[in-house]
């Protein structure tokens, strides 16, 4: 006689918890600076991580301002819908940026945030962050130098729309997604466009046929490689002279 024994079910294993700081993003993010003590204290601030899949939104223009986000992971665009229901594209967000800063003056989102591919971000009610930020003087430095590359940021679409030739446009668009990437420990001369062609059009203030007349030109002056949304640059230094021979 073989006595039984009734079998647990086995529990699923733990996911493990990446905090901020273990996280990779951290160097890029809000708490970056901060130290040990004051990092555990601002790890308590994300209460949440929400996973969205490709196409979904984060939140919509005109919702009610509660959170920042920090991209954890993925690729999101900004976007606001002009008077005729045209989408006019504002920014393109990637690892260790903060979506939602723009409904920190109004209470309310300006734009709408959308998922470009499957991506993952950290949830940062903005309430909580101000209290912090009111006695820990290292995160107010580093939430007012992230507003103020906002500010910079802006500016810079601004000029990008307002004096730049189409050529220009792209090739700065091209040399800031290098920058970016480089700056997260990924290759700089090699990376996946998770936007289209009209996207990035909508963006630089350029219709879609030139976008697509700029980019075949620019490989055939062999300055990228392009295959579909992969691109591949083979001239930095050529893609910066398109910046000062047109002026």
């Given at each position: 006689m073989y006595a039984v024994t009734a079998v647990k079910p086995a529990t699923a294993p733990r996911k493990f918890e990446i905090t901020c700081s273990n996280c990779n993003m951290r160097e890029l993010c809000l708490p970056q600076g901060l130290p040990p003590e004051q990092m555990q204290r601002f790890e308590s601030l994300v209460y949440a991580r929400r996973k969205l899949?490709?196409?979904e939104a984060l939140f919509?223009?005109?919702d009610e301002f509660k959170a920042v986000y920090a991209v954890r992971s993925g690729f999101f665009k900004s976007s606001v819908v002009d008077g005729e229901g045209r989408e006019q594209v504002t920014g393109f967000f990637m690892g260790g940026e903060l979506l939602g800063m723009d409904g920190?003056?109004?209470s309310r989102y300006n734009s709408a945030a959308i998922a470009l591919e499957d991506?993952?971000?950290c949830v940062l009610p903005y309430a909580l962050i101000e209290e912090m930020a009111q006695d820990v003087s290292?995160?107010?430095r580093q939430l007012h130098a992230v507003l103020a590359r906002?500010?910079?940021?802006?500016?810079g679409v601004m000029m990008l729309l307002g004096s730049m030739r189409a050529e220009e446009r792209l090739a700065t668009f091209l040399l800031n997604l290098s920058r970016r990437f480089t700056a997260r420990g990924y290759s700089p001369l090699e990376f996946h466009l998770r936007m289209t062609r009209e996207e990035i059009g909508s963006y630089l203030g350029l219709k879609l046929e030139t976008v697509s007349?700029?980019?075949?030109?620019?490989?055939?002056?062999g300055l990228i490689e392009v295959q579909q949304k992969h691109v591949r640059i083979l001239d930095s230094a050529g893609l910066e002279r398109v910046l000062v021979t047109h002026h």
């Open positions: 899949k490709r196409g919509a223009a005109g920190i003056g109004t991506s993952e971000v290292a995160l107010q906002e500010i910079v940021r802006d500016h007349r700029l980019f075949s030109g620019f490989h055939d002056d």
